[in-house]
């Protein structure tokens, strides 16, 4: 007789254990997906997830707490304290690593009251800063990083861009310097030198231009003075065949002496 009292007590504690567990675990809210990596293969890891905030949860909720998940197979199922409900609401933070350590990435999650189970894209809060895996659909990257990434290639494009011009000029530039080189080395007898020649234009304070007799065989052979000073090709004058173009800051003034030098 007494044995079967004492069985009978078990079964009415058992019976309320179960009770009371299913009523607890009718307060949380089931997070059930698959993960992926960002190569598109099957999630091996563990996700740390942790209470994010000060917002206390409401009604016969347990605490708040923090929990760490196996993933096998990308196969997630986690049961958590709602976090939208919480006074204030709070937040979530789920850290994923891999099993061999190479991959790891951050999420925000905002847990609503569910009966039935959420996946990731239904918790994961979309300007997060996630990056590295996905799940149930959804992308862990987020969209400020996709657009900054976008204006970095826009702006290396660019970059390649000009030094392709730079670089296209600089061969055309070669191309040239070759092509006069080698013209004096197949005629080395029909180079003249032309000495203390005055190119012709009025020195008068306001004329930039001013011409040769010849047109250099090379830019670089020609050397202008100006009273007897050097000038500078490129930033004083600019010679174009047998134009020579002084700059502003460089224009002979009355009473200058002009004289050239060059190679023709």
Known sequence: MKTLRQRLSILILYSTLLTTCAFAQ??????????????????????????????????????????SVKIFNGALSVYLVPSTTATPPANYQAVYNSSDGLVSWTETWQVPSSSTPLTLI??????????????????????????????????????????????????????????????LAANPNNVSFQDAETPGGTINGTNANFTLQFTPITPGSLMLFKNGVMLRNGQDYTLTGTNITFATNAIPQTGDTLNVYYRH
């Open 122 to 183: 239904q918790v994961r809060v979309p300007n997060g800063t996630g990056s590295g895996g996905t799940g149930g659909g959804g992308t862990a990257v987020a969209i400020a990083q996709v657009t900054g990434l976008s204006s970095f290639l826009s702006a290396l494009n660019s970059s390649v861009n000009t030094l392709t011009a730079m670089l296209n000029a600089l061969n055309s530039t070669v191309t040239s310097v070759t092509a006069q080189v080698n013209s």
């Open 26 to 67: 009718s307060n949380l809210t089931q997070i059930q997906d698959t993960v992926y990596n960002s190569s598109g293969a099957l999630f091996n890891g563990t996700v740390v997830i942790t209470w994010l905030g000060s917002g206390t949860p409401t009604g016969s909720n347990p605490a708040p707490y923090n929990t």
